[in-house]
């Protein structure tokens, strides 16, 4: 049986809003709320996601610490582990230059603000600091993340619908897209979903060697969700509280300039690659939808492949880090 609210307001008539931005979500789960798209997820609809649990298979959806060194951002130093004992009989360790967004992770809504707009809920950029609580990966761990994960198998499905897909390109993937693989997976999104994208990014990088490995990285292609406002309709209106990836941004890159979005008067940074043009900023900034990037899904897609059922009980636990931009995503899929 289908789980869809009915007591939330359609992307359009986000789009119609006076009153706060328009295309923002803001105050529709109340006027102080920090936990944005994540509130589709309810009591109701995580004793459904626990039904779908069937033979007890569990899918590791986490890639290890320093997988993707060097940073494919170029901006994320690798983690460095160390261990001590005190006596001949015990181990304690810690890690230095950890980065919660180097490898598998979740993006936070602090993550990124909307150049006009600012932050999710129009939470001020003072509020924005190491230790501030506002908008922290800490709420999303106190929360949880529990529910109905749906994947799906890009390069499976452009393969049987016999159209073209170019893991060496930025190429887009539309909402009619996403609409086609839904169809062919016979499978529909309900409120809180997890929906899981993959694209078969990651398995390719990782076996490059590393000579290409770098020449990727001084010219980034990659493919994904493709900028557009339908986009964001897509997201908002099948009440997604989360959408994660096997790629570095979710969002295909380098960005479509003509998307909308991208504004040709923003400076360039310093270092890093640019964030003009990102999906990332309507999505987080005014929807409030989580965004996970380089989650481990070959294992997951070839399972739902065998056994034709692609929904699953997914649970992410994020670090309870306070005021924290995002942490790695502690995810698995039990089938």
Same mark, same amino acid.
């Given at each position: 049986m289908?789980?869809?609210?009915?007591?939330?307001?359609?992307?359009?008539?986000?789009?119609?809003?006076?009153?706060?931005? %328009?295309g923002?979500?803001?105050?529709?789960?109340g &006027?102080?709320d920090q936990?944005?798209?994540?509130?589709?997820q309810?009591?109701q609809?995580?004793?459904?996601a626990?039904?779908?649990?069937?033979t007890?298979a569990v899918?590791?959806?986490?890639?290890?610490?320093n997988a $993707?060194?060097?940073?494919?951002a170029g901006t994320?130093? *690798?983690?460095?582990?160390? +261990?001590?004992?005190?006596?001949?009989n015990?181990?304690?360790d810690?890690?230095?230059? $950890?980065?919660l967004?180097?490898t598998?992770?979740?993006?936070?809504?602090?993550? +990124?603000?909307?150049?006009?707009?600012?932050?999710?809920?129009?939470?001020?950029?003072?509020?924005? &600091? %190491?230790?501030? *609580?506002?908008?922290?990966?800490?709420?999303?761990a106190?929360h949880?993340?529990?529910?109905?994960?749906?994947?799906?198998?890009?390069?499976?499905?452009?393969?049987?619908?016999?159209?073209?897909?170019?893991l060496?390109?930025?190429?887009g993937?539309?909402p009619?897209?996403l609409?086609?693989?839904?169809?062919?997976?016979d499978?529909?999104?309900?409120?809180?979903?997890?929906l899981?994208?993959h694209?078969g990014? %990651?398995?390719?990088y990782?076996?490059?060697?590393?000579?290409?490995?770098a020449? $990727?990285?001084?010219?980034?292609?990659?493919?994904g969700?493709?900028?557009?406002p &339908?986009m964001?309709?897509f997201?908002?209106?099948h009440?997604v509280?989360?959408?994660?990836s096997?790629?570095p941004?979710?969002? %295909?890159?380098p960005v479509?300039?003509?998307s909308g979005?991208w504004?040709p008067?923003e *400076?360039?940074?310093?270092?890093?690659?640019?964030h003009?043009? +990102?999906?990332?900023?309507?999505?987080l900034?005014?929807?409030?939808?989580?965004?996970?990037?380089?989650?481990?899904?070959?294992e997951?897609a &070839?399972?739902?492949?065998?056994?034709?059922?692609?929904?699953?009980?997914?649970?992410?636990?994020?670090?309870?880090?306070v005021g924290?931009v995002?942490?790695?995503?502690n995810a +698995?899929?039990?089938?």
């Amino acid at each position: 049986m289908r789980y869809r609210r009915t007591d939330v307001p359609t992307y359009r008539q986000l789009l119609a809003r006076d009153d706060g931005p %328009a295309g923002s979500s803001w105050g529709v789960f109340g &006027e102080r709320d920090q936990l944005g798209a994540l509130n589709f997820q309810t009591p109701q609809s995580r004793a459904g996601a626990a039904g779908l649990v069937r033979t007890g298979a569990v899918f590791n959806l986490d890639y290890p610490v320093n997988a $993707f060194v060097p940073s494919i951002a170029g901006t994320r130093p *690798p983690t460095e582990h160390h +261990m001590f004992a005190n006596n001949p009989n015990h181990r304690d360790d810690w890690l230095d230059s $950890f980065y919660l967004q180097s490898t598998t992770q979740i993006d936070g809504l602090r993550h +990124m603000r909307h150049p006009v707009h600012g932050f999710y809920g129009g939470v001020p950029d003072e509020a924005i &600091e %190491a230790g501030t *609580p506002d908008l922290g990966i800490q709420l999303v761990a106190e929360h949880g993340i529990l529910g109905r994960g749906v994947l799906l198998d890009l390069p499976r499905y452009f393969a049987d619908a016999g159209k073209p897909y170019d893991l060496t390109t930025n190429q887009g993937i539309t909402p009619a897209d996403l609409e086609g693989a839904l169809q062919a997976c016979d499978v529909e999104l309900d409120s809180g979903d997890v929906l899981l994208v993959h694209t078969g990014f %990651a398995r390719r990088y990782l076996g490059l060697d590393p000579e290409a490995q770098a020449a $990727f990285r001084a010219d980034i292609q990659v493919p994904g969700l493709a900028q557009s406002p &339908e986009m964001a309709e897509f997201l908002w209106d099948h009440q997604v509280s989360l959408v994660a990836s096997d790629n570095p941004g979710v969002e %295909a890159f380098p960005v479509d300039r003509a998307s909308g979005f991208w504004d040709p008067d923003e *400076p360039a940074p310093a270092r890093g690659p640019t964030h003009n043009g +990102m999906l990332h900023r309507p999505v987080l900034a005014l929807l409030g939808i989580l965004l996970g990037e380089l989650w481990k899904l070959d294992e997951l897609a &070839e399972a739902c492949a065998a056994d034709g059922r692609y929904e699953f009980l997914l649970t992410a636990k994020p670090l309870a880090v306070v005021g924290g931009v995002g942490s790695p995503a502690n995810a +698995m899929a039990v089938k």
